[in-house]
């Protein structure tokens, strides 16, 4: 069984900054690809991006090049960072893996952007 706890989130200002952590069980974690998704009210959940167990990252057009995935295999932790931030990056984030063909979410931590 993995658990997934999503951290870091809050309310910020367009144009600033933060840092979304995502802490793992498991002593494999640093074979599992991770992925970070969104939800914003009304609509349906959106990848935002991945990084895989080697480290390669990809993203969603629309956070390229404001928002970087990294991870710590050593802290069994994955991370989002969030810069030039905009109102419609409001959503609850989660993190995700897919391991064994079971997926696994975490519950998610809220991020508010004022305008």
């Known amino acids: 069984q993995v658990q997934l706890v999503e951290s870091g989130g809050g309310l910020v200002q367009a144009g600033g900054s933060l840092r979304l952590s995502c802490a793992a069980n498991?002593?494999?974690?640093?074979?599992?690809?991770m992925g970070w998704f969104r939800q914003a009210p009304g609509k349906e959940r959106e990848l935002v991006g991945g990084?895989?167990?080697?480290?390669?990252?990809h993203y969603a057009d629309s956070v390229k090049g404001r928002f970087t995935i990294s991870r710590d295999n050593a802290k069994n932790t994955v991370y989002l960072q969030l810069n030039s931030m905009k109102p419609e990056d409001t959503a609850v984030y989660y993190c995700?893996?897919?391991?064994?063909?079971?997926?696994?979410w975490g519950k998610g931590t809220q991020v508010t952007v004022s305008a």
């Open positions: 498991g002593r494999a974690f640093s074979t599992f690809d």
């Open positions: 990084i895989t167990a080697r480290g390669f990252t």
């Open positions: 995700a893996s897919r391991i064994d063909g079971i997926q696994y």
